[in-house]
Nanobody
Framework: QVQLVESGGGLVQAGGSLRLSCAAS????????MGWYRQAPGKQRELVAG???????KYADAVKDRFTISSDNAKNTVYLQMNSLKPEDTAVYYC?????????????WGQGTQVTVSS
């Protein structure tokens, strides 16, 4: 069983930056893919950035050239660096990790962290 704990959200002015962290805990698992999603009021959850592992890193058009997904394998942590933030980036952000455990694939989700960008 893998649990994800998110941190780094908060209130920031337009043009500012934030770095979200997602720490994975568990044992005997291998991360296969990782991603960040967000959900704004009245909207569906959408993919912000995804790393399929061995494939191309994908970003939503709205965040290209501003957000960067990365990871630190030694710390089992996934990051989302967000620069040049805009009010439309305001949402609850969720991390997602797909992992292998005993030759089977599973998914884990973070609890969500609020990002609010003021104008």
């Amino acid at each position: 069983q893998v649990q994800l704990v998110e941190s780094g959200g908060g209130l920031v002015q337009a043009g500012g930056s934030l770095r979200l962290s997602c720490a994975a805990s568990g044992r005997n698992f291998d991360i296969n893919a990782m991603g960040w999603y967000r959900q704004a009021p009245g909207k569906q959850r959408e993919l912000v950035a995804g790393d399929s592992g061995g494939g191309s890193i994908k970003y939503a058009d709205a965040v290209k050239d501003r957000f960067t997904i990365s990871s630190d394998n030694a710390k089992n942590t996934v990051y989302l660096q967000m620069n040049s933030l805009k009010p439309e980036d305001t949402a609850v952000y969720y991390c997602n990790v797909a992992y292998w455990y005993r030759l089977r694939r599973y998914d884990a989700w973070g609890q969500g962290t609020q990002v609010t960008v003021s104008s």
